[in-house]
């Protein structure tokens, strides 16, 4: 992968089934209810899943989705959110990381390109992730606090669909960067609209309607599969 050093340049990331191998919403379930024994009603573990599939469809209510899955936590302090994603990261995510995503991130950084995450994960919850790829900026749901306790609210625009395009538009031009110079991997149709928008559109694990749309345009397709080791070490770190 080459990039024009003359011209400033962003690479923006999903990251459910586009750096990771899988959803860090099903894994978040799966660490809150199995690892740390907590309740939840049947219906919200359905809900949680049904979001999950409905999101590859671009089908999801986003506002309803946000509201369900923050009412887990509702009431909790900032450092107990950031407790859980600590735990989040090492007991899953980092388990999870796709290798070729990595080496990927690298190439773009070794090539002075910037290196954006694009998620509507919890923001505490994908910071470990963030901090392990050394990536410039991370977008994700901003949760909001009262009194030091987390509410059911997160800050607009979320990082869904059109609002992923919306945040990119933000970062680039505060940066005097061309979006045509830019590039986004992705692996859900319901990111089409900055796949639309960016010069450099990576069709990553695509759904199936993504897929068909890559091959119409001709967009650049990666498939990747295998995951970095548990005790990987990675190259880049924050200084």
């Not at 369900?68 to 090492?90: M, T, Y």
């Not at 991370?138 to 990082?159: C, H, V, W």
């Not at 990576?202 to 993504?210: F, Q, R, S, V, W």
Request: proline fraction near 5%.
């Amino acid at each position: 992968m080459t990039t024009d050093n003359k011209k400033k340049s962003v690479a923006f990331f999903d990251v459910d089934d586009t750096i990771l191998r899988g959803a860090s919403g099903i894994m978040l379930a799966r660490y809150m209810f199995l690892d740390r024994g907590e309740s939840a009603s049947p219906q919200y573990v359905i809900d949680i899943i049904r979001a999950y599939i409905d999101s590859k469809t671009g089908s999801v209510e986003y506002d309803d989705l946000v509201m369900k899955g923050l009412s887990q936590f509702v009431g909790r302090s900032k450092a107990e959110i950031e407790e859980i994603g600590a735990g989040l990261f090492d007991r899953y995510i980092r388990k999870n990381i796709y290798r070729m995503a990595y080496r990927e991130i690298c190439e773009h950084k070794k090539n002075g390109v910037e290196v954006v995450l694009l998620t509507a994960s919890l923001l505490p919850l994908i910071e470990p992730l963030a901090d392990f790829l050394d990536v410039d900026y991370t977008y994700a749901l901003r949760i909001r606090y009262d009194n030091g306790q987390m509410l059911a609210e997160a800050e607009k625009p979320f990082s869904y669909e059109e609002g992923k395009l919306i945040l990119a538009r933000e970062y680039v031009q505060e940066r005097g960067i061309d979006l045509a110079d830019c590039y986004f991997y992705s692996d859900s149709s319901s990111d089409m609209p900055l796949m639309e928008a960016v010069g450099h559109p990576m069709a990553t694990n695509p759904d199936p309607n993504l897929l068909r749309t890559a091959l119409i345009h001709n967009w650049r397709i990666r498939r990747f599969k295998t995951v970095l080791p548990p005790d990987f070490k990675p190259e880049y770190r924050k200084r």
